[in-house]
């Protein structure tokens, strides 16, 4: 629905895009002094935008990358020439861009292959839009992931986390839909800045069609800022809680008379301390990214980005008692060093070509290249507490080098057709992904006792020759992965209200560890070769509003593990089964789903106690029967007039179908808790209080645990409430306060073994945010 009043066309542009969610763009040469008589009434995009241009002697066409439109002058007639009739070009009515709409939610997504509304995947889908991340302060990925349906994170030993949905690890990560490879030798060290995202859109359940090998738990699609049509600068600085400060720029809009030419340049900067003694981090993100129009049906779009970390960190945790009781430690104890460092650099290079063929068919050529480094060297505990003794914990300290180089080109191919009277699409593509990582660490005892109650963090450093002379484990490796893969995906019409979505990849997958110095083999290379990963769903539409699907995915995930007689295992599998129904109410304004779904998985490694291995001291089994089974609910967008909602639930059980006491053993941790909500809503009040914004939200999950060598850790349930006030002081400047955890609640944001790996979740906290916009 739309109600723009007659005003300059600029102008009118502006409150268009923002009520269509839709990018526009328009030179500056084209627009000034035009006006326009208005637009009212209920109109799609593309309808309301010609409306909207009706006697301005302009005309709009879809951009060639499927994302908003661009501004032309309508062709006039020249003497002599004769004109065809008028021939309107028409795209999507849509766009997936978040960014300026103000809502919790998107029509689009674009991680399903193709660009797609939510109700066309038939899968359970979430959509974390610009304006949900600026108001939740979600400055990082896991700020983001945190904040989302059936997301869990455990916190990784050196740094990053790992992150799982529906009781598997999330393995899977896109940067603009295509796939990057991760690798770490011995824990996660990833971390990513949301100030250059547009969105964040994760799809759950089994995702072989997108990535190939993996785990049936989600997939991330990180989906970048854009150069904008209209010249814009954003700029944003906070102060919060343990000396945190941050200021972010960022600036848009043509670079050339007619439009053409598009930039984007982002700058933010964090500096920052803790609430546990002993570290720090300053964090430094650049981006840059051009636009470039060869016509109105090709886009060429290239940028670069780097991100910087420099800290003091602590790492590995705290302990429990040796019979898994609670410490009770302060909030504020780290084990940690104040030599501690952990520096870390990230650069990507990424281009993309976009072609339109005509008004059905697409194309979308990208490459990307992206080099990341971590230095670390630190010391931690390690040893659970006696209760009787108060003793047991001991100091250890290691050093980590690593450097990982990650190509990956992308081919997507995109379009309609018509057969047996009815519309239909398609999406066929391949993919090409190689990693090369370089890595040297090593890990040694000082041979201290370590104080968990009056901690030393002044121990004297060891020269990095010492703990690699006295490593009690440490390797210099050089791991090379290597994923090709073809897919085609189809949604057939079977009927007005039924579509069959139906497809598949074939993956190729090569991992190679050989020895940094001498290149001897390290471990047992291992490959897959043509491994069919089927996809399948069938959509019901019961009306314009609502729809119910059934669907089924499969991946696999190679595993370098032999039996008896030297063969490697077959692949891990993962299948997953969903039935859902999905919502969009208020025209659009709104999503709403809700799905059962059951994954299987098969093929885990378990340990030969057989014996008799032809190769090695240790063999296995293909064995290990999994199965996670539960409920996913979530609902976003505006509800009523100035109130977005975000709202998340999952029911989760996961039980092992066979070999119940060896699996205890290795998967002893309840990796998604069997309840979890995640609640955010902010309104704006009405009449002459609508300067103000009120917002609020709350965390909340059942009980979970981990399990070693029979003593177990646990955490039990808890609810983190947060809030915020926001203040618009006039079209340029608003300001907010955020306030976390409201109620102070202590808990474990990740419980780890007896002997370390546990860490307390933030306490209360605030933030001032003031943002400015011009």
């Known amino acids: 629905m739309f109600s723009i009043s ?45 409306q909207l241009l009706v006697g301005t002697g302009l005309q709009a066409v879809a951009n060639a990358n499927g994302e908003g439109y661009q501004l032309r002058r309508i062709p006039q007639d020249v003497p002599g020439v004769s004109t065809l009739a008028p021939v309107t070009v028409t795209g999507l009515a849509d766009s997936a861009v978040t960014e300026g709409s103000g809502s919790y939610t998107s029509r689009m997504v674009t991680i399903g292959k193709g660009q797609q509304t939510l109700k066309e995947i038939p899968q359970s889908v979430t959509v974390v839009t610009r304006q949900r991340m600026d108001d939740q302060n979600a400055n990082t990925l896991d700020d983001v992931l945190a904040n989302s349906t059936g997301m869990t994170l455990y916190k990784s030993p050196m740094g990053g986390n790992y992150v799982f949905s529906r009781g598997f690890r999330v393995d899977s990560y896109q940067f603009d839909g295509v796939n990057r490879a991760f690798y770490y030798p011995q824990a996660n060290n990833f971390t990513s800045n949301t100030v250059i995202l547009d969105r964040v859109e994760i799809i759950r359940g089994a995702t072989g069609l997108l990535q190939g090998a993996g785990s049936p738990s989600a997939a991330v699609n990180l989906v970048r800022k854009r150069p904008l049509a209209e010249s814009q600068v954003q700029m944003m600085a906070s102060g919060g809680s343990w000396n945190n400060y941050r200021a972010d720029i960022d600036a848009t809009g043509p670079l050339n008379e007619s439009g053409s030419l598009r930039g984007r340049a982002v700058a933010s900067y964090n500096d920052r301390e803790y609430f546990y003694d002993e570290a720090k981090s300053r964090t430094g993100v650049l981006y840059g990214v051009l636009s470039y129009d060869f016509g109105p049906d090709t886009t060429l779009t290239a940028g670069v980005s780097y991100e910087e970390l420099r800290s003091t960190p602590f790492f590995h945790g705290l302990p429990h008692y040796s019979n898994g009781d609670d410490l009770g430690l302060k909030r504020s104890t780290s084990l940690g060093q104040d030599w501690n460092r952990w520096n870390g650099k990230q650069t990507t290079v990424f281009a993309e070509l976009a072609h339109r063929f005509n008004k059905d068919w697409s194309a979308r050529l990208t490459a990307t290249s992206t080099q990341e480094s971590n230095d670390s060297k630190y010391a931690f505990s390690d040893g659970a507490v006696n209760p009787s003794t108060l003793l047991g914990p001991s100091l250890y300290a290691g050093i980590f080098d690593l450097s990982t180089h990650n190509k990956a080109l992308d081919l997507e191919v995109d379009g309609t057709f018509q057969a047996l009277g009815r519309k239909h699409s398609v999406s066929v593509g391949a993919s090409l992904n190689h990693l090369t990582s370089k890595d040297d660490f090593a890990l040694a005892r000082l041979n201290r006792a370590s104080n968990v109650w009056d901690p030393d963090h002044h121990v004297p450093e060891p020269s990095d020759d010492w703990l690699r002379e006295n490593a009690y484990r440490g390797d210099a490796t050089v791991v090379k992965m290597k994923q090709t893969g073809v897919y085609g995906v189809g949604r057939f019409s079977l009927a007005d209200p039924l579509t069959l979505v139906a497809g598949a990849r074939v993956s190729w997958y090569e991992n190679t560890t050989r020895y940094r110095d001498t290149g001897d083999q390290y471990s047992d290379p291992y490959k897959e070769n043509g491994v069919v990963t089927p996809y399948g769903g069938l959509i019901y539409a019961f009306n314009p509003q609502w729809s119910g699907y059934v669907s089924f995915a499969q991946i696999f995930e190679p595993q370098n593990a032999l039996d008896a007689s030297g063969k490697v295992l077959d692949p891990i599998v993962g299948k997953n089964y969903e039935v859902g129904i999905k919502g969009e109410l208020l025209d659009g304004k709104v999503n709403t789903s809700l799905a059962v779904f059951r994954i299987d998985q098969k093929n885990q490694a378990q340990e030969d106690l057989a014996g008799g291995c032809a190769i090695g001291d240790i063999c296995y089994v293909s064995s290990g029967k999994l199965r996670s089974q539960g409920v996913d609910a979530e609902i976003s967008g505006e509800v009523a007039k100035g109130w977005q909602v975000f709202a998340g639930y999952t029911f989760n059980t996961l039980k092992f179908l066979d070999d119940t006491d060896v699996l205890n053993t290795n998967f002893g941790r309840t990796f998604t808790p069997k309840h979890m909500l995640r609640l955010w809503t902010d309104y704006r009040l009405p009449g002459e209080w609508s300067a103000w914004t009120l917002g609020a939200g709350v965390n909340y999950q059942t009980g979970s645990y981990t399990e070693t060598r029979s003593v177990r850790v646990s955490q039990g349930p808890f609810a983190v409430w947060n809030a915020r006030v926001g203040y618009q002081f006039n079209k340029h400047w608003s300001a907010a306060l955020n306030v976390n955890n409201i109620f102070d609640k202590t808990y474990y944001q990740t419980i780890g073994a007896p002997g370390w790996g546990s860490f307390y979740g933030d306490p209360r906290n605030a933030t001032l945010t003031v943002r400015g916009t011009f």
């Open 6 to 50: 007659a005003a300059p066309l600029d102008e009118a542009l502006g409150q268009f895009g923002v009520a269509a969610q839709v990018t526009v763009v328009a030179s500056p040469a084209l627009t000034r002094g035009v006006r326009t008589q208005g637009l009212s009434g209920r109109y799609t995009a593309e309808q309301g935008l010609a």
